[in-house]
Every structure is written in structure tokens, then in C-alpha cells.
């Protein structure tokens, strides 16, 4: 074993937050909170620091049981020198084979005693004595203070117990060592023991070994990643190129990435030949012999949240629940009151821009127009000649549509039969604009039936009045309606006309009185052609007397 003096190693790994002054690459040091290693340009984190600060307590420990072998050490050396002091004292007494030579000067005395077999250099001033004892099973050097200078070489030295306060060792080998404090270049073959012993810290090869020696747990870092492995030696999770996993995922990159590899084709799967991302239930089946395990039929799948979702596909994930229940339904469920929107890439809340949706089918309590792009109309676009059909849910027959204004260009009954428009009030036909103005519209039809059952009327009676009457005391008019000018309705129109000033009887309006009953009008007509025809018999009678008469007859 070679000492050299004035040597010392510094800033190893200090406890002290102290960063070491001139760093080399592979450097290691404790920063106060996490163990930190140089890589020529920067300090990167390599030990867990929670793990770390309890090897550090336990050096500390060591360090305690080191200072109590000292103290033990200094006790057997005292020990040892009462035993060269009583060796010196029987030469003294002795009559053969002694060697003595003394000297005294200002109270200190130099002396060389010689035992045949024990030789014994001692100097003395008062209690205080340092002396060198040589014999044949031993060297004893006992004193105050010893000072060794210069170049030391100390071939197969044993070291049972020391305390050295401040010592720089190039090169030593210790089997076992117990100390507060230890800063060190390179340490070879250690293996760290908690304060518990439960729990160790080894390096083997190029991998450092956390082990829990209750559980066999154990943890093996290396320049590949983070292992960690059951009391089976069977690894449970893996922080490597190939997977990471904690409670905590990141990256310090803008982005992140999980990557997966290809596996066999089926169904189960987003793209076949693809294999997948899953968010799942942790369970230890997972884990495999030979590493982590793919274990698809050993887990349930668990919730995903985040501010934005960027796929190409989504689909349902139709694998068996806890419960038994396979659903085949995909559910999109806003807080209760919000929506379902689909905007352009970056667009949300008051700046959306809304994008199409396409589907087979929809299934919706209400379909309202989008107005947030100034559009306030709702739009059924078929394609071709398809058509907007509404309809019963198992398509065998069609239900009732309701609103209030309807557009269309035709209204047809596509089967045999009649077509039925039901109104709690009259049918109007009336412009697109739908104003009260006048603005009514021709209906051609090759006939007008109106239903004239006995069985739908009540209070029957005789019209009383005379119809020529009627027709006589009416006024004809031509005329223009306001709405229609300037369109291709403009055309003078006959009829009667309503309001004050203009003879227009009572009997042939509306119910509401501002428009004509033809029904009503052409039976009064009838009427006034029934009294006509009546008027022409009394006429022929009276002719044919007239003409008897003439005539003789």
C-alpha cells in the first residue's frame, strides 16, 4: 500500500451543496436535491434523489460506527503503549542481555533500551512519552504527534482500526470500511446497506442494483433506461427507448410521442396490421416472463382526458366491460347543456368555423340552423332525384310533419288517393311573402268540390231572399291589386269589391268579411237563375193567351 502525502480528492460527491470547481465528465456530485452527473457540458440528473438521500443517511451512519472504532482503536493503542512502558520497566530491573543508553536535558529524557529480543527508543518529559518499540512479532509507534513526510510504501499493510481525519489515498484496497464522511475519485465493488437493512444499492457491471432485500424487489438503472423488476425477477415496468411509464409522463420537447408496433390483422384493432395506444387498468398479469406482455384479454380500459384530440379515426371500443356489457355505441358527452361541435383546426368558442358532417343516419331531438356564420336557414340537401322523407323508425310508413310556412315548389301524394291539407282555420294562397295586403294567388284545379252533406250542416233552411235581388243591388267592378303591380299579375281583374261606399252583399262574403264565398256567390246565382226560369214560364203562359186571343183560338 503506497500513502502519499499532501494528496486529496475533492468534491467527488459533497453533501454540502458545494458544486465541484473543475469538473470532469462522469463526475458525480449530490446538488441537494438530486444526484447530478457532468457530461463535458452540463450536469444531468442520474440518481432518484429520495433514494439517494436514504444512502446518504446511511453513510452518515457509517460514519458514526467509524468515529466509535476510532475511539476503540485509540483505546487499544493506550493499551498497548502501558504494555511497551512495562516492557521497559522489566529492563530496567533486569541483570543480562540489557543495553541501556540515557540522556537527560532540560528535563526531557532520551532513551535506547535494548532486550535482546525487544529494542525500545523512548523520550520522556513529565507524563508525555513517544516511543518506538521493535521486536520480533511487532513495531509499535506510540506518540502525540506523528508526522510521516516524503514518498511512504507500505507492501500488505493491515489497517484493523483506524481513525484518520483528513487522509488522500491514491489507491487502497478495504475489505470493510465505517465512516461519516467519504469523498472518493473511484470506488470499486461497494454495495450500500440502508440503516434498516432492508434495502441495498450495488453496481454490477454497468448497471447500478436498488434491491429491497424484504420484498426482492429491485430496480436496475443503466445506460439503456430504468428497469424495474417483482420478487420474481419478472419486470413490471420499464423506462427504456422502447417504453416509459410512471405516474407522471412528459417530455420537455414541444411534443410527445407514443410509439407502438405492428401487430397481426384483426378486428379488434383502429387499422388492420396497426398496433394500438390503450389506456388500461393496471394489472401484474400484464407482466411476462420474457418482459412486458401484451395481456389483451387481462385488462379493462380506463378514461382519457385532454384539451384536444388529433386522430384520423374514432371508433367504438366495443371490448367486454367489468359488468359483461358490450357496447357498440360511440358516445360524445358534453357537460350537460353544452354542444357538439365540429370546428376548423384552432377555431373554438366565438371564432369557430363550423365543417360539415357526413353519416348514415341521425338521431336527434331537434335540428336547428347554425347561425353563427350569419346563415339562418337549415338545409336538406338529397342527392339527384332523392327525396326528404320522413318516417316511422322501422321505415314501414310515414309520420306527420308540422311548422308554420312552408316553401315548395309541389305538393304531391306519390300513392293512389286523396290529399288532405287540415287547418284549424282557412287554406290561404298567398304570395311568398305571405303578407296581409291582398297579395293572394290564382288555384288552378280541374274542379272545386265543396262537401255539401246534409249530414254536416245544421239550422237548414230556404234561402228567403229573392236572388235577382241580390245580383241587382250588387255592384261590378274592374280593378288592380296593390301587391300585384308591377308583377305579371297586374292584370284588371272583375268581381266585387268590399268596403264602404261599394254594394257588395252581405250574403256572399267571408266569414271575417274581407273576402267573396264563390260557393256562396254561384248558389245565390242559382238561385237567380231558378226565379229567371220562373219568370220565363209566367211569360210563355201569358204569351200563349195573348196569342189565343189573337187568334181567336
Known amino acids: 500500500m503506497i500513502i502519499k502525502g499532501q494528496t486529496k480528492v475533492e468534491n467527488y460527491i459533497d453533501f454540502q451543496d458545494v458544486e465541484p470547481k473543475n469538473p470532469v465528465k462522469g463526475q458525480k456530485y449530490y446538488d441537494g436535491d438530486k444526484v447530478v452527473t457532468w457530461t463535458g457540458n452540463e450536469w444531468k440528473t442520474v440518481v432518484n434523489p429520495t433514494q439517494l438521500e436514504k444512502d446518504v443517511a446511511n453513510a452518515a451512519q457509517a460514519g458514526e460506527n467509524a468515529g466509535v472504532a476510532a475511539d476503540e482503536a485509540m483505546t487499544e493503542a493506550k493499551e498497548a503503549r502501558t504494555r511497551a512502558n512495562s516492557a521497559v520497566d522489566k529492563a530496567d530491573k533486569a541483570n543480562e542481555d540489557i543495553t541501556i543508553i540515557s540522556n537527560t536535558v532540560n528535563g526531557h529524557t532520551s532513551q535506547i533500551s535494548s ?69 472518493a475519485g473511484t470506488v470499486k465493488g461497494i454495495t450500500l446497506t440502508s440503516e434498516t437493512g432492508i434495502g441495498n444499492f450495488k453496481v454490477e457491471g454497468p448497471q447500478a442494483v436498488f434491491e429491497n432485500t424484504e420484498t426482492k424487489e429491485k430496480a436496475k438503472l443503466s445506460e ?107 358516445y360524445l358527452q358534453p357537460r350537460w347543456g353544452y354542444e357538439v361541435r365540429l370546428t376548423a383546426p384552432g377555431t373554438t368558442g366565438g371564432n369557430s368555423t363550423y365543417q360539415d358532417l357526413r353519416a348514415k343516419d341521425l338521431y336527434a331531438n331537434v335540428l336547428q340552423s347554425n347561425n353563427a356564420n350569419g346563415d339562418n336557414h337549415v338545409y336538406i340537401r338529397p342527392i339527384n332525384s332523392g327525396e326528404l322523407r320522413v318516417m316511422n323508425p322501422d321505415n314501414t310508413s310515414y309520420r306527420n310533419v308540422r311548422m308554420n310556412n312552408a316553401y315548395v ?84 281583374k272583375v268581381g266585387l269589391v268590399i268596403g264602404e261606399g261599394y254594394q257588395s252583399p252581405k250574403c256572399v262574403q267571408s266569414d271575417d268579411g274581407t273576402g267573396i264565398d264563390v260557393y256562396s256567390m254561384a248558389s245565390v246565382a242559382w238561385k237567380a237563375i231558378q226565379e229567371l226560369s220562373q219568370e220565363t214560364k209566367d211569360l210563355r203562359s201569358e204569351i200563349d193567351i195573348l196569342r189565343r186571343e189573337l187568334n181567336n183560338e
Open 224 to 330: 439503456n433506461g430504468l428497469l424495474l423488476f417483482n420478487k420474481n425477477n419478472q419486470m413490471q415496468s420499464q423506462i427504456t427507448q422502447r417504453m416509459v411509464n410512471s405516474s407522471y409522463f412528459g417530455t420537455s420537447n414541444i411534443n410527445t410521442y407514443i410509439t407502438v408496433g405492428s401487430i397481426g390483422v384483426g378486428d379488434d384493432v383502429a387499422d388492420e396490421g396497426s398496433g394500438e395506444f390503450r389506456v388500461v387498468d393496471y394489472d401484474p398479469r400484464m407482466a411476462q416472463e420474457n418482459g412486458m406482455g401484451d395481456g389483451r384479454d387481462d385488462y379493462t380500459y380506463l378514461n382519457m382526458r385532454a384539451n384536444a384530440l388529433f386522430a384520423n379515426v374514432i371508433r367504438v371500443n366495443y371490448a367486454e366491460r367489468k359488468d359483461g356489457v358490450v357496447n357498440n355505441n360511440l
Open 115 to 183: 532486550l535482546g529480543d525487544n529494542l525500545n527508543l523512548r523520550v520522556k518529559k513529565d507524563d508525555v512519552i513517544n516511543q518506538i518499540n521493535i521486536s520480533d512479532e511487532s513495531i509499535l509507534i506510540d506518540g502525540a504527534k506523528t508526522h510521516i513526510t516524503g514518498k511512504t510504501t507500505i507492501d500488505e499493510g493491515i489497517i484493523s482500526t483506524a481513525h484518520i481525519k483528513d487522509a488522500a489515498i491514491t489507491s487502497a484496497k478495504i475489505k470493510s470500511i465505517t465512516a461519516g464522511k467519504i469523498e
Open 409 to 492: 315548389a309541389n305538393i304531391v301524394k306519390p300513392a293512389a288517393g286523396d290529399l288532405y291539407i287540415g287547418t284549424s282555420g282557412g287554406l290561404m294562397i298567398q304570395g311568398r311573402g305571405l303578407w296581409e295586403d291582398g297579395n293572394w294567388r290564382p288555384v288552378y284545379a280541374q274542379s272545386f268540390n265543396n262537401k255539401s252533406l246534409a249530414s254536416l250542416k245544421t239550422d237548414i233552411k230556404k234561402y228567403p231572399d229573392g236572388a235577382l235581388n241580390v245580383i241587382n243591388g250588387s255592384d261590378i267592378y274592374n280593378y288592380k291589386t296593390k301587391a300585384d303591380k308591377g308583377s305579371k299579375y297586374e292584370a284588371t
